[in-house]
């Protein structure tokens, strides 16, 4: 059993902290994708902008390894196993410790083992080595998907622009 003050236990926690953390993140990913496609569908159905939104779609997410990896990522932890976190401290070498790293990540090998990924998923993964930063993955993924929303709020406030001043 361990206490509650342990050094092991501490990290325990955290590696359960990290876990909880990255379910979120990948259940909303998938979320977000679902309530923008649902949002245009019954919005915008047949309009230029549900158009444009799958040609956006098409050009920044068809071929990118990253949104594809993230979304079996999920599937992965959904419906087959929770990935293992692990994570890794090191010192360099010499009598006085010059840098202490830390990093938290997902073993690759044990993702590997799955056969759900598709082929840019894969790709992913096969570039990501042998420990996938938590840190990176969240990195990449937000590089992606951030400048695609922020071009979706715009539009579709730019659309409904008299609706949310007739609001106020």
Known sequence: MLELGS????LYRLLDEVSRRLHNFLASA????????VHVLTTHSG??????????????FSQSSITKFVH??????????????NASTRLEPGGQ???????IFL??????????WDKLAKRYLSEAGEQLS?????TDYMRVVSP????????????HRSNVQNAQ
């Open 7 to 10: 050094q092991t236990g501490q």
């Open 30 to 37: 998938k979320t977000l994708v679902d309530h923008s496609r």
């Open 47 to 60: 309009t230029q902008f549900e158009k444009d939104y799958k040609d956006e779609v098409a050009s920044r």
């Open 72 to 85: 079996c990522l999920r599937n992965y932890n959904l419906h087959y196993r929770i990935p293992l976190v």
């Open 97 to 103: 410790v010059t840098e202490m790293r830390q990093q």
């Open 107 to 116: 073993r690759a090998d044990i993702l590997r083992s799955w056969t759900g």
């Open 134 to 138: 938590v840190e990176r993955l969240a």
């Open 148 to 159: 695609f929303y922020e071009w979706f709020r715009a539009r579709d406030l730019q659309l």
